[in-house]
């Protein structure tokens, strides 16, 4: 079965660095979303994308944040400046609309 | 991917039995709920879905209920097995919204040998 996957698996970063974390969702989807989940706590939607466009974002999504499907495979997440608080996994999806989303395993982003 | 913390609720069900876990949500305009499991260590997976205007749906061992009057979402598993320990999570799903998930805070479940 297809699946999502996502580069690299552990990520840390200085504060104030930039980060770019990496998608590649499934090949046939259209629709794509990235979200979040701080350690103990439920997870967090951050920005929907379709037709090369940001379709939603959250207010957690600022300025700090920007997503990119640079080709036809990827999607990636920006943070440009990265804050302590920013550390969490990150996960992926996508779908062809509907509400079954299609998760990858995450990133997990230390911010020291 | 693991969601671990001192104020997630847990369910601890002996394997074989029923397990039910419930989900209070909060916005009345959305078009589905889904119930989401998340294996420590690995991104959520779709369960099951219901839309709206539907007040129960069956799958594979899983019914999914919907009670819009006390807006009010329940999974129940039938024969509870091992490989069903992971944490649970409700979300609601609002197509005009950029069809984003809104989750709920999770319910861990513990499956008893």
């Known amino acids: 079965e297809p699946e999502v996957t996502q580069t690299p698996s552990h990520q840390v970063t200085q504060m104030g660095q930039e980060v770019i974390l990496r998608c590649v969702p499934i090949s046939n989807h259209l629709y794509f979303y990235w979200y979040r989940q701080i350690l103990g706590q439920k997870v967090e939607f951050l920005v929907s994308f379709y037709n090369n466009e940001i379709s939603e974002k959250s207010e957690i999504f600022d300025d700090q944040f920007s997503v990119e499907r640079p080709d036809g495979s990827n999607f990636t997440l920006k943070i440009r400046s990265t804050k302590l608080e920013d550390s969490a996994m990150y996960f992926c999806a996508s779908n062809s609309g509907g509400s079954r989303q299609y998760f990858g395993p995450g990133t997990r982003l230390t911010v020291t | 991917g693991e969601s671990v913390g001192l104020h997630l609720p847990t369910l601890s069900v002996q394997e074989g039995d029923n397990s039910i876990i419930n989900c209070a949500y909060s916005?009345?305009?959305?078009?589905?709920f889904i119930w989401y499991k998340q294996e420590s260590g690995k991104g959520p997976q779709f369960i099951i879905d219901i839309r709206s205007n539907m007040d129960k749906r069956q799958g594979q061992r899983v019914t999914v209920l919907l009670n819009k009057t006390v807006k009010h979402l329940s999974l129940q598993i039938a024969a509870t097995q091992p490989g069903d320990s992971a944490v649970y999570f409700c979300?609601?799903?609002?197509?005009?919204?950029?069809?984003?998930?809104?989750f709920g805070g999770g319910t861990r479940v513990l499956v008893k040998p």
């Open positions: 979300a609601e799903n609002m197509v005009a919204a950029g069809n984003k998930l809104t």
């Open positions: 916005n009345s305009a959305s078009d589905y």
